[in-house]
């Protein structure tokens, strides 16, 4: 019922795969499917990465579809 998306952004990005990856956003987006997203990127380094339309989906304050959840905490992996 719900898509997990792990580290959005940190893929080396492709034309096909911004353009799949626009498509399934906008189909769930429309169809109110519940999807989360996990990231390191701000809104900013998103859309350079993956383009406009996917950072305004992703970080979308209008709609009352989006939430954003910041975590303030160290990586488990280096600790910093």
């Known amino acids: 019922p719900f898509l997990v998306l792990d580290d959005l952004g940190a893929e080396r990005p492709t034309e096909w795969g911004i353009e799949t990856l626009g498509m399934v956003l906008d189909w769930r987006y429309v169809r109110r ?34 939430r954003v959840v910041t975590l303030d ?8």
Do not use: H, M, Y
């Not at 990127?41 to 990465?49: M, N, P, T």
């Not at 905490?73 to 910093?80: H, K």
């Open 73 to 80: 905490v160290p990586s488990f992996r280096t600790g910093r």
């Open 33 to 66: 499917s519940p999807t989360v997203i996990a990231t390191n990127c701000d809104r900013a380094v998103l859309k350079e990465r993956c383009g406009d339309r996917i950072a305004d989906r992703v970080f979308d304050q209008g709609s009352g579809l989006v």
